[in-house]
């Protein structure tokens, strides 16, 4: 199971990773030929909407993009946080996915009641995005575990596996997706963006843990359980 210290270092790592590339590619490069997620389509996953707290944020970084088409920021009704992604994309209603009572049954076992407390907030940067991201409680950490470690021993697991592939299973991040660039590298204006805000820290959010089927940016969403 992961540590906060662990998680730290791999939030500090990334981004500098990410600051080397930027220096080696100060254009944008390619335009991506197709979006990062299916538009439409819903994935089963889990956690909360978190908007209204990052407000703020969401409209310094619009403000920010200066209306540049290829950034997608996320929707003030639509930011969130993931506790646990179960699929991809892969559903147009929830009547298409089978075994569902077998999973709402297995995530009220974990996870019924359950509040995720994510502190330490601060941005990370991946090469065409940034990150909100920040450090679990330890009872998330513990809840998470178990809840992943059940469902990969069920029907279950190759949806997940397919959701991760080649990557850790659960994932070390625990953050939400501030906005995403539709080219291989961001924009001087956003790195600007960056740089200006990557020492400050945007305090901590605390969620209850949900399960739904929603598309990418968590504005259609229903809730499973």
């Given at each position: 199971m992961h540590t906060g210290k662990m998680i730290h270092q791999a939030y500090e790592e990334t981004t500098r990773r990410t600051l080397g590339l930027w220096q080696a590619h100060p254009q944008t490069g390619e335009v991506r030929s197709a979006p990062f997620y299916h538009p439409t389509r819903l994935a089963i996953t889990s956690g909360n909407r978190a908007g209204a707290p990052m407000a703020g944020l969401l409209a310094r970084a619009e403000r920010a993009a200066q209306g540049e088409p290829l950034a997608d920021i996320a929707p003030p009704d639509g930011m969130h946080f993931t506790f646990f992604a179960i699929t991809q994309?892969?559903?147009?209603?929830?009547?298409?996915?089978?075994?569902?009572?077998?999973?709402?049954?297995?995530?009220?076992q974990h996870c019924a009641g359950h509040v995720m407390h994510i502190s330490d907030l601060r941005l990370v940067a991946l090469a065409d995005q940034l990150l909100l991201a920040g450090i679990p409680d330890e009872e998330s950490l513990r809840v998470r575990q178990s809840l992943v470690e059940h469902l990969l021993g069920t029907s279950w697991a190759g949806k997940i596996k397919d959701r991760y592939p080649g990557a850790a299973i659960p994932q070390i991040f625990w953050h939400s997706t501030l906005l995403r660039y539709s080219a291989q590298y961001l924009p001087s204006t956003l790195r600007d963006f960056f740089h200006e805000n990557q020492h400050q820290r945007f305090g901590e959010i605390s969620l209850p843990v949900k399960l739904v089927m929603t598309n990418y940016n968590w504005t259609d969403t229903v809730d499973l359980c």
């Open positions: 994309a892969l559903y147009d209603r929830p009547e298409e996915a089978e075994g569902l009572a077998e999973l709402t049954d297995i995530f009220r």
